[in-house]
């Protein structure tokens, strides 16, 4: 009797142990890929958005395209911009390499042989970025982390997930995303170990709102991963 308890007590703690291990998965990721821009003399940034959404895409296009324009970032060139592509994963990216037949353009010159490859989660549910205006510009905040020794994306995930459903409770409908970088790294930083933690708004005043409600709106702790102010941009969905 005793036996049977043991073996049914074990097997209970294994499937509590199961289901723990299963709520601790992560979602399956996307891909990011950034670039650096530098728009020609006589040309302006609404300019280059404007010219962009005219552009046909290829049969591969990719899910979206942002163009994001520094408003506090230190040390970004004058008139330039970030390129963030969003894909489904790399081999949705590679289908489109060889197929994108778009013409080169005039407006403005990217770094394409120094582009950046991100793995790219969603923090939680209810996100609504870019829903609530009028257009197809809002603000984001972006941060730049360095994963410390014996810590996984899944800790950061997690501790963001926590965090985020603070903001949550409050209405906020902001999206908080996860990047980790894996193609295009620094020879001097450990593989794996850069982040980017960024937030989206629903509308420029909403990321406002949430920034104006918390105190430092961190991840965590520094037990964790090190991480730099918060730059904001200015960003358009483009196609």
């Not at 969003?86 to 590679?94: G, P, T």
């Not at 593989?191 to 509308?203: A, L, N, T």
């Amino acid at each position: 009797m005793k036996r049977f308890k043991l073996i049914t007590t074990t097997a209970i703690g294994l499937s509590v142990l199961a289901r723990i291990a299963i709520g601790q998965e992560i979602p399956e990721s996307g891909l990011y890929v950034t670039t650096a821009c530098q728009i020609h003399d006589g040309y302006n940034f609404q300019q280059v958005v404007d010219e962009e959404k005219m552009a046909e895409n290829s049969n591969f296009s990719p899910n979206r395209t942002f163009f994001r324009q520094s408003i506090s970032g230190v040390g970004q060139p004058a008139n330039s911009f970030i390129r963030v592509v969003s894909w489904r994963n790399l081999e949705h990216w590679a289908e489109d390499v060889g197929t994108d037949n778009r013409t080169t353009q005039e407006m403005y010159v990217c770094d394409d042989s120094n582009r950046r490859f991100w793995r790219n989660w969603q923090v939680g549910e209810g996100a609504r970025p870019y829903q609530n205006l009028e257009g197809d510009q809002s603000l984001v905040t972006a941060r730049m982390c360095n994963l410390n020794s014996g810590y996984s994306i899944e800790d950061v995930y997690h501790r963001a997930l926590s965090i985020n459903e603070r903001y949550r409770a409050n209405g906020d409908a902001s999206a908080m995303q996860i990047s980790q970088l894996f193609l295009g790294g620094s020879p001097s930083v450990q593989g794996g170990s850069q982040i980017i933690i960024r937030v989206i708004g629903e509308s420029p005043a909403g990321l406002a709102k949430r920034i104006d409600s918390g105190s430092n709106n961190t991840v965590g702790p520094n037990d964790m991963m090190a991480c730099s102010d918060r730059n904001l941009y200015n960003s358009h969905i483009v196609n």
